[in-house]
Structure formats: structure tokens, C-alpha cells
């Protein structure tokens, strides 16, 4: 199977996820808007979340997933058998006291990465940080459920796993939103049932998976067993190794925290204008990033560890050039189309047209980045593949600091839309400073033709941005939202026009598509 064909396949699969959590924020923004409660909301789900991402899918699945490997490579079922057993024993008993301790220190979480937040947002935020806080319990074992499937190459599961997590609040979300107000409760307290039943919903579906493969963890309840398991040799190798990884995950998830708290103390408001505007960004990246990565790194490892030099480096200028060829024109569209994709999606009900305009500006500031975001997707694996992820983490930890320093300038100048701008313009240098170790580490050497499949490429996005930028004043989006069907109907005219003048000026000026679907 081509490298092409493998890309699409994962981002098929990414695509109901990227498309029913739009669907849940546009549910947020018609039923709620943007105000205190639903950034009280967002900051709530982005605590257990953030910790999700930091332990659960980040450090803990890089270093067990290698380690599950190389034990049933070498020791076969039953030794692999043991050690799930014992890192399920540990990771239980790690996540009673995790979740016990967030929700009795939950006011002090909220602070942390809330502290602008008016009274009735941050009690609110308390509220719903413990009722979520055990989501991170279920996802920490769905993380294990993952690693344990991906290595029986059983991906179905983990793949469809996160639309759980939207169908439940979508669902949830529209049955309670308005009925719990009449209990004398928030409507916004909706949203976390949601998150809580959808953690629910994602462990349950990963028991019968397991069971089938003969992998379900037997988690010992006593003193005794976790004793044992703790001593586990293979438990002792993925808690050493977690240690590198979490500097390099927790980097991004620092800079999360970071912007939270700011944008709490920007304007009521901010933080739900931010996250809308993550929402349509996430797209792109999840369906190239995500799938580019995916594909290239064990590709990557393979011509590495066979010192096929030429080989990393031909996949490399691949990738790279599938991310000028695709990224550049979604980041051409979220500058010169921002306002009408995000009336399109979000302006109906509570979410008004100064929502629709400040998340607008937020949703521009992604898109000067969006270039280095889905390169980065590309360009670190290649310093994975080679044994080296210090040099990626020291690059994160540089460019964090320089966000922060964005962060000074732009921020008390444009608002909300300066966060997002400053990770843009972060994401923009550490793909550079990736890049230029890369090559000067000798392991990447453009081929040629860049010059001119560049040029080829930028001819492409002028045209098509020219095109969005005429329909985008020609059009008032959000006046047009008084009739439904006819905005849908232009916004889906301007994407299909738009996506036509692209391609059509790339075959004109002789670039040839095929040859990036022949790469295998």
C-alpha cells in the first residue's frame, strides 16, 4: 500500500471523531455561546484532559507500547500477559489516589488555570472539575486498552474509541441542557455528565476487544499484588522510561495551561472563543499531521535502522512536500475565510455575531501557524526514528519561552487572537529550528525541484485565497444566518470553487499529483 493510500486510510478513520467533536462545540456554542459558564466548562474538561494527554495518551503510551512489543517479540503471549496485569495493577491503584486527590484540591485546579474567572464561573468550574475528574481514571485504562490492541494490530477500537466521548455529550447535551435549570441547576452542568458517561462508554467498549485477544487485565485489589506488580521488572523499565517522554510531552500541555489562564483574564468570554477556534485548526492537523506521522514514523525506523540513507531522506521530502501541498491552502483558507467558516458552523442561537468575529480572529491567528503545526507532525519523527528525542524536547522548551514572549507583545495588543497568533509564530520556529538540525545532522538533503513545486504551489493559494477573500466580503455570512440552508448551500459552493481554482492551477502549471501517490 502506498504511503498516500495509508495516510488516507488513518485519516478516514480520524475524520468521525474530528467531525461528531465539531458537532459537539457547535451544540455548545448555539445552546450556551461563549460567557463565564461555558469557560468555566472548558477549563473543568481541560484539567482531567490535560492530564489525559500528559500521562495517559502521552509519556505512559510511549513508553509502554515499545515495552509491550519487545516483551511478545521476545517472551511470547504469557510473559506479555504478566506484564499488562501488573502495569494494570499499578495504573489502577495510581488512579484511585489521582482522581480522590483532584477532586478534593478541585478549587485549587480551577485557580490554576482559571483565576479570571468571575465567582459564579469559578464555582461553577469546582463543580464540574469533580464531577469530570474521574474521566482521566477511564482514559488512563483506555490508553492501556489502546496499546494493548495497536500491538495484536487490532485498530479499530482505539480508532472509533474517541467518538464515544462526543456521541455522549451530544446526546446528553441536547436531553438535559434544558431541563436541568428547571431543577435548579446550570445547563452548562449537562456538558459534564457528558464527559463523565463518555469516559464510561470508551472503557466499556475496550472489555469484549480485549477478551477476544485473550489480553483482559486481571488488576489485583490487594496490598499484596500491587506490591508485586510495582516490582514488576517490565513496570520497573516503562516507569524509567516515562520520565524523558514527559518532558517532552508536558511542554505543549504547559503552554495549554498557560493560555488558559491568560485568556480568563481577557474578557468573559475568551477562553470558549479560543477552544472554537482550536476546534476548526484541529481539523487540519488531525487529518495531516496526525495521518503524516502516522505513517511516516515507523517508515522512518525501518530506513534508519537499515542505514538507507537515501531512503530517510526521500521519505522525509515526502512528507514534507505532502505538507506544502495541503496544509498551505487550509492556512490560506482559515486567513482569508475565517469569518464565514465560523458563522457557518457556530452562529446560531447563544453564539452571536461578536463571538462569531472574536473567534474569528483567533481562528486567523491559527492559521499563520498551521504550516509549522502539521510540519512538526512530520519533522520530529525524524529525530524519533534516529534514537533522539532530547533534541525535539530542548526545542519545545526553547520555543515555549519564545511563545510566552509573544504572548507580552501580541496579547494586550489584539486579545484573545495573540494566543493563538503566539503558538502560531512558536510552531513556525520550532519546525524551522527541526528542519535545520535535520539537515545539518546530514540525515535530510532536499531533492530537487523544491524551488519550482513551491512557486507551483504558492501560484495555487494566491488564487484560491483571492477567491476566498472576494467571497468573504461579497456575502454577509452572518446575515445570511436568518436563512440556514442558503448559507449552507454558499458555504459549500466556495469550498468545492475553491478547492477547484486550487488543483486547476496546480495541473495548469504542470505540477503532476501522481507522483506523491506513487511513493511507497
Known amino acids: 500500500m502506498s504511503l498516500l493510500r495509508s495516510a488516507s486510510l488513518i485519516s478516514v478513520l480520524t475524520l468521525a471523531s474530528r467531525i461528531t467533536g465539531l458537532v459537539r462545540e457547535q451544540m455548545v456554542a448555539g445552546l450556551f455561546g461563549a460567557n463565564a459558564m461555558t469557560d468555566a466548562f472548558l477549563v473543568s474538561f481541560r484539567?482531567?484532559?490535560?492530564?489525559?494527554?500528559?500521562?495517559?495518551?502521552?509519556?505512559?503510551?510511549?513508553?509502554?507500547?515499545?515495552?509491550?512489543?519487545?516483551?511478545?517479540?521476545?517472551?511470547?503471549?504469557?510473559?506479555?500477559?504478566?506484564?499488562?496485569?501488573?502495569?494494570?495493577t499499578v495504573l489502577a491503584w495510581a488512579l484511585v489516589a489521582t482522581c480522590a486527590l483532584g477532586v478534593l484540591a478541585a478549587p485549587l485546579l480551577v485557580w490554576a488555570l482559571g483565576s479570571g474567572m468571575p465567582p459564579q464561573g469559578h464555582d461553577?468550574?469546582?463543580?464540574?472539575?469533580?464531577?469530570?475528574?474521574?474521566?482521566?481514571?477511564?482514559?488512563?485504562?483506555?490508553?492501556?486498552?489502546?496499546?494493548?490492541?495497536?500491538?495484536?494490530?487490532?485498530?479499530?477500537?482505539?480508532?472509533?474509541?474517541?467518538?464515544?466521548?462526543?456521541?455522549?455529550?451530544?446526546?446528553?447535551?441536547?436531553?438535559?441542557?434544558?431541563?436541568?435549570?428547571a431543577w435548579g441547576y446550570p445547563g452548562i452542568y449537562a456538558m459534564a455528565i457528558g464527559v463523565m458517561l463518555g469516559g464510561?462508554?470508551?472503557?466499556?467498549?475496550q472489555v469484549p476487544a480485549l477478551r477476544r485477544i485473550g489480553m483482559l487485565p486481571r488488576i489485583g485489589l490487594s496490598w499484596a499484588a500491587l506490591q508485586r506488580a510495582r516490582h514488576h521488572g517490565g513496570v520497573l523499565q516503562i516507569l524509567k522510561q516515562m520520565g524523558p517522554a514527559l518532558l517532552g510531552v508536558g511542554v505543549s500541555q504547559v503552554s495549554l495551561l498557560i493560555n488558559t489562564q491568560i485568556s480568563s483574564h481577557i474578557a468573559e468570554g475568551a477562553t470558549s472563543w479560543l477552544n472554537y477556534a482550536d476546534r476548526l485548526m484541529e481539523f487540519p492537523i488531525g487529518l495531516l499531521g496526525v495521518a503524516l506521522s502516522a505513517v511516516l514514523t515507523p517508515q522512518l525506523a525501518a530506513a534508519q535502522a537499515s542505514e538507507e540513507g537515501e531512503r530517510y531522506s526521500a521519505l522525509l521530502d515526502w512528507g514534507l512536500r505532502m505538507v506544502m501541498l495541503l496544509a498551505l491552502p487550509c492556512a490560506v483558507a482559515l486567513l482569508a475565510f475565517a469569518e464565514p467558516l465560523v458563522a457557518v458552523l457556530y452562529h446560531r442561537g447563544a453564539f452571536h455575531a461578536d463571538d462569531v468575529a472574536r473567534t474569528a480572529q483567533a481562528v486567523?491567528?491559527?492559521?499563520?501557524?498551521?504550516?509549522?503545526?502539521?510540519?512538526?507532525?512530520?519533522?520530529?519523527?525524524?529525530f524519533y526514528a534516529r534514537q533522539d528525542s532530547a533534541t525535539p524536547a530542548r526545542i519545545a522548551i526553547g520555543v515555549l519561552v519564545l511563545t510566552q514572549v509573544f504572548n507580552l507583545v501580541?496579547?494586550?495588543?489584539?486579545?484573545?487572537?495573540?494566543?493563538?497568533?503566539?503558538?502560531?509564530?512558536?510552531?513556525?520556529?520550532?519546525?524551522?529550528?527541526?528542519?535545520?538540525?535535520?539537515?545539518?545532522?546530514?540525515?535530510?538533503?532536499?531533492?530537487?525541484?523544491?524551488?519550482?513545486?513551491?512557486?507551483?504551489?504558492?501560484?495555487?493559494?494566491?488564487?484560491?485565497?483571492l477567491l476566498q477573500a472576494w467571497l468573504g466580503r461579497a456575502l454577509d455570512w452572518v446575515e445570511l444566518g436568518r436563512h440556514e440552508g442558503q448559507r449552507a448551500a454558499w458555504m459549500a459552493l466556495s469550498l468545492a470553487g475553491s478547492a477547484v481554482v486550487y488543483f486547476a492551477v496546480l495541473a495548469a502549471s504542470g505540477l503532476k499529483l501522481r507522483e506523491f501517490a506513487r511513493r511507497h
Open 47 to 88: 484539567i482531567p484532559n490535560l492530564l489525559r494527554r500528559l500521562f495517559a495518551e502521552g509519556a505512559f503510551s510511549q513508553a509502554f507500547v515499545p515495552a509491550l512489543a519487545a516483551t511478545r517479540a521476545k517472551h511470547g503471549d504469557e510473559a506479555t500477559k504478566d506484564l499488562v496485569d501488573a502495569v494494570a
Open 124 to 181: 461553577a468550574a469546582v463543580v464540574m472539575t469533580r464531577w469530570t475528574f474521574p474521566y482521566i481514571g477511564c482514559m488512563s485504562l483506555v490508553a492501556l486498552s489502546a496499546g494493548v490492541l495497536n500491538t495484536w494490530r487490532r485498530f479499530m477500537v482505539p480508532a472509533v474509541t474517541p467518538v464515544l466521548l462526543n456521541l455522549s455529550c451530544i446526546v446528553v447535551g441536547y436531553l438535559l441542557a434544558r431541563q436541568l435549570p
Open 200 to 205: 464510561v462508554l470508551q472503557l466499556a467498549v
Open 364 to 382: 486567523m491567528g491559527w492559521g499563520v501557524g498551521l504550516l509549522g503545526l502539521v510540519a512538526i507532525k512530520v519533522l520530529a519523527p525524524g
Open 410 to 465: 501580541l496579547v494586550p495588543t489584539i486579545g484573545v487572537a495573540g494566543l493563538a497568533l503566539s503558538i502560531g509564530l512558536g510552531a513556525l520556529v520550532n519546525a524551522a529550528v527541526l528542519l535545520r538540525g535535520l539537515r545539518r545532522r546530514g540525515a535530510y538533503t532536499p531533492a530537487p525541484g523544491w524551488w519550482v513545486f513551491t512557486g507551483r504551489v504558492l501560484l495555487a493559494c494566491a488564487a484560491m485565497g
